[in-house]
């Protein structure tokens, strides 16, 4: 069980002051502050909206690692994007010009640009796959074979009796 002393809550109270305007950071500290209040986890749960768990967590960091620990988001962010919504629409706009054109784009070639345009070196092909299916763009892939092709016997059949017809 950890405990907050009176000096420790004075502390966070004057941290939860000077970081009024980060949430994110005066949600965490005010956890903790309340829990020096006396209050329990599922009590601090209802008035700051996070899990129970949650809390507990945040005070075992707290009491281990200092102030400090609140005070940064130790989560490492999810929008990394390479490019504004803009530039990625006009790098798509050489290859759909080539695709109109009747030319076969492949994913590797999208990739290969990407990574040169962007100054990146990607392991898999996920950011381009992510780019193009954001894009509107879909899979289309030439059929080896028509799906409604006759056999081989029908197709000989045919031209015996198109030979005739020809003279």
């Not at 980060?22 to 008035?47: H, P, T």
């Not at 070639?109 to 898999?124: C, G, L, M, P, V």
């Not at 016997?153 to 005739?164: P, Q, R, V, Y």
């Amino acid at each position: 069980m950890y405990r907050i002393s009176k000096e420790n809550a004075d502390e966070i109270y004057r941290a939860m002051e000077q970081t009024k305007n980060d949430v994110k950071v005066y949600r965490r500290l005010q956890a903790v502050f309340l829990r020096f209040e006396g209050m329990k986890n599922s009590e601090i749960a209802k008035a700051t909206n996070f899990y129970p768990d949650q809390i507990g967590k945040l005070i075992k960091k707290y009491c281990q690692s200092g102030l400090s620990s609140l005070l940064v988001d130790g989560r490492k962010g999810g929008n990394n994007r390479n490019a504004t919504a803009q530039e990625e629409k006009e790098f798509l706009k050489q290859f759909e010009d080539a695709a109109e054109g009747g030319q076969i784009i492949t994913v590797e070639e999208i990739a290969f640009a990407y990574d040169k345009r962007f100054k990146k070196k990607h392991k898999s092909k996920s950011t381009v796959y992510y780019l193009l299916h954001k894009s509107g763009w879909r899979k289309v892939m030439p059929r080896s074979k028509h799906p409604n092709k006759a056999s081989e016997e029908a197709i000989e059949a045919s031209k015996k009796l198109t030979i005739g017809l020809t003279n």
